[in-house]
C-alpha cells in the first residue's frame, strides 16, 4: 500500500492517459498496482491539484479527464478517498502534526486508518 501525493498522482495520470514519459519509480508503482499487488491510495483532495495542474497544461487533450482517471480504478488497484465534512474534522480534531502541510496530514492519515495504525492515527 503507498499513498499517493499530488505529484505521484500527476506523474501517474500522465503516464497512463498521456504516454508522458516517466520515472522508474512511477512505473515500478504502476506495475507493482496493476498486477492488483499493490494498493495505491490518492485522497480526493490530491487528486483535485494533480487534475487542476494537469488541466493548466494547454498541450493535455483534457476532454473527459476526471472520468478517464476514475476509470483507472477497473485497471488497477487504486483507491480515491472522498473527503466528506466527517472525515475532515476528524482529521483537524485528531492530527496534531504542526510541522507537516495539509496534504502530507492527510496522506498519513489514510495511511494509519487504511493500514488499522489507529494509536497513531486517533491523537488526544
Known amino acids: 500500500m503507498y499513498c499517493i501525493n499530488s505529484i505521484d498522482a500527476t506523474l501517474i495520470i500522465r503516464y497512463l492517459i498521456f504516454d508522458t514519459p516517466s520515472n522508474d519509480n512511477t512505473k515500478n508503482l504502476i506495475s ?15 487528486l483535485s491539484i494533480s487534475l487542476l495542474n494537469i488541466k493548466k ?4 487533450d483534457t476532454d473527459e479527464l476526471t472520468e478517464k482517471v476514475y476509470d483507472l480504478q477497473k ?37 494509519n486508518l487504511k493500514d488499522f495504525n489507529y494509536d497513531r492515527t486517533v491523537r488526544y
Open 57 to 60: 497544461d494547454p498541450i493535455n
Open 75 to 111: 485497471n488497477m488497484y487504486l483507491s480515491i478517498h472522498s473527503l466528506d465534512m466527517d472525515f475532515v474534522e476528524y482529521m483537524l480534531n485528531h492530527t496534531k502534526m504542526n510541522d507537516l502541510n495539509l496534504e502530507e496530514n492527510l496522506n498519513d492519515l489514510l495511511y
Open 32 to 46: 507493482l498496482s496493476q498486477s492488483w499487488n499493490y494498493e495505491l491510495i490518492v485522497c480526493a483532495y490530491n
